[in-house]
């Protein structure tokens, strides 16, 4: 017997050894990718889309929202040095925000203006505009700095 002839009777052995090497191969670099890392990863970032996802809300809901929003930046800009109406404007624009109503870029500029007024013109202690500091901090995460600095410090 030739060693050809010795190969073609051990085809099928060497067929089933070549295909062990090539599946072995395939699982070392799927083993390699750490999937389980990366899936781990996905399902993390999906969670976070889905918690800032905006609420879905019925249509007198929204309406309501948006009657409000309209109703405290109109008392506002009547007077903004009221406590009152400095709470009413922020607990609208988190509100608002919060269930997509309204962009996020535009609450924050809003939210921003509003905060600027208070750290420039303080006002007694409330806790109307404590509750609603606390509202926006939850809709502007990048202000809760200036939001805990207004809400620790004395006002008079």
Sequence with gaps: ???????L???????FI????ISTGIIIYLEALDTEAHIQGRVAT????????PATVSPAIEATVRANLQRSEEAYSGDPGSPANRAALLASLSSAVQLGILKSEDGLAR???ILADMERQRGEPSPVVDAALGTAAVAFPSLQERIASLNSAPRS
């Design 46 to 53: 999906e969670l976070s889309r889905q918690r800032n996802a």
């Design 18 to 21: 070549a295909a062990l090497a």
């Design 111 to 113: 939210a921003q203006r």
């Design 1 to 7: 017997m030739t060693f050809r002839e010795g190969l």
């Design 9 to 15: 009777k051990a085809r099928g052995q060497l067929t």
